[in-house]
């Protein structure tokens, strides 16, 4: 009979110890993922460097050849006075690239960008028959 009374008195300490091995095993084998760092802030806009003008100007490219495709339908030439004046009977005297509203070269220059040839480069003394007086 005492080891049936020692039986019963191990009982309750097994089952605690049982208990206490099942808790754990209990716990989630994978830990539920850990939520994502919360998204890093924007990096402050850099302050426009104040060298640096609001619109960049055009870059400089190749001067515009007499065989570009746009400059045979413009009739542009490299030099105004070379202009076809019959084919373009709006040609003005004195008119050319320096003193035409497109012309995006500085003053003085012997060369610029216009808008009609992307990429290139006008001669100041050059013209087409887009020609427009600049006003300022
Ligand atoms: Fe020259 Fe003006 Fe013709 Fe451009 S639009 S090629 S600047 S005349």
């Known amino acids: 009979m005492t080891t049936r009374r020692r039986f019963l008195m191990m009982v309750p300490a097994s089952g605690a110890v049982l208990a206490a091995a099942c808790s754990k095993q209990e716990e989630p084998a994978a830990a539920a993922p850990a939520p994502a760092p919360a998204p890093a802030e924007p990096p402050a806009a850099a302050a426009p460097s104040p060298a640096a003008p609001p619109t960049?100007?055009?870059?400089?490219?190749?001067?515009?050849?007499?065989t570009d495709p746009t400059a045979v339908a413009l009739g542009y030439v490299a030099v105004a006075a070379n202009a076809d004046k019959a084919k373009y009977p709006n040609f003005v005297d004195g008119s050319n690239c320096a003193n035409c509203a497109l012309y995006q070269g500085a003053a003085g220059s012997e060369a610029g960008p216009c808008p009609l040839f992307a990429g290139k480069q006008v001669a100041a003394a050059g013209w087409c028959s887009s020609w427009v007086k600049k006003t300022t």
Do not use: K, N, R, S
Not at 56 to 66: D, K
């Open 56 to 66: 960049a100007p055009m870059a400089a490219g190749p001067m515009v050849e007499a």
